[in-house]
């Protein structure tokens, strides 16, 4: 039996249901919460200085491993805060640990991946942040397209099939893409992954399948998702 934490904002109601659909019997979910009610910079930061407290919470519960499950939360201050971020959670949850946005760089590594094109929930500034993140680690952001969301709670009432159609957008747009990236821990998303790959022939990731593949990777646990990031192994690089 593994036990696998996660660290979510206080407003996702996606994150949880999601790790626990694709992991095995065999693991338990334990969260716990940082406050967040807007999906904003100013939030974000404040939500970050939280996140030893809570990475500290889960160590009662002896987890295996830890992850800090926000995507923006995990690349506001770019690469090597990402780094910084995991190396801080192991060391409160006394686990391994991984970092959403870091989880996806190493996810798109493991495809091998050029150009992505992105769909998000998010307003203009974090969409910002997002391709200078992506771009800052090689990656070339081909086309992004954001719903404008602010309230967290809000973007977590976005379906899977709201996913799938933004999906089919941004990738309708862009191509050249090698890989659909789907943005934010609290949209549902991992669902409609499948069905993208199987419609224009690139990977498709978002950021809950990402970590939850990077985080079992460490664990030795096979997830199930039914998408090619599966068949890739993660590398332990931090």
């Known amino acids: 039996m593994s036990r696998v934490g996660i660290v979510v904002p206080s407003s996702n109601t996606t994150a949880e249901p999601e790790f626990r659909h694709a992991l095995p019997e065999t693991c338990t979910v334990h969260a716990a919460r940082m406050p967040l009610e807007d999906v904003t910079a100013t939030e974000l930061d404040a939500m970050a200085d939280d996140a ?15 992850a800090y499950a926000c995507t923006t939360g995990s690349l506001l201050h770019g690469s090597g805060f990402d780094a910084q971020l995991e190396s801080r959670l192991s060391e409160a949850a006394a686990a391994p640990a991984v970092a959403t946005a870091l989880s996806v760089v190493r996810a798109l590594d493991a495809l091998n991946v050029d150009r992505v094109a992105v769909a998000t ?5 974090l969409n910002e942040l997002e391709r200078e993140y992506l771009t800052g680690n090689g990656f070339e952001v081909v086309s ?14 976005l379906s899977p ?11 309708s747009d862009a191509p050249d893409a090698d890989a659909l ?20 022939d690139v990977p498709a990731v978002s950021s809950n399948a990402a970590t939850i593949w990077d985080l079992c990777g460490r664990l030795g646990v096979q997830p199930d998702l039914d998408i090619r990031l599966a068949d890739r192994e993660p590398v332990d690089d931090a």
């Open 52 to 66: 030893d407290r809570a990475a500290s919470l889960l160590s009662d519960a002896s987890v295996d491993g830890v």
């Open 121 to 125: 929930p998010y307003a203009a500034e």
């Open 144 to 157: 992004l397209d954001g719903r404008d969301i602010v309230e967290n709670t809000a973007i977590g009432k």
């Open 161 to 171: 099939s709201d996913a799938k159609q933004q999906g089919r957008d941004v990738l």
């Open 181 to 200: 990236f789907l943005s934010c821990t609290n949209y549902w998303s991992v669902s409609a992954l499948a069905s993208l790959e199987a419609a224009f």
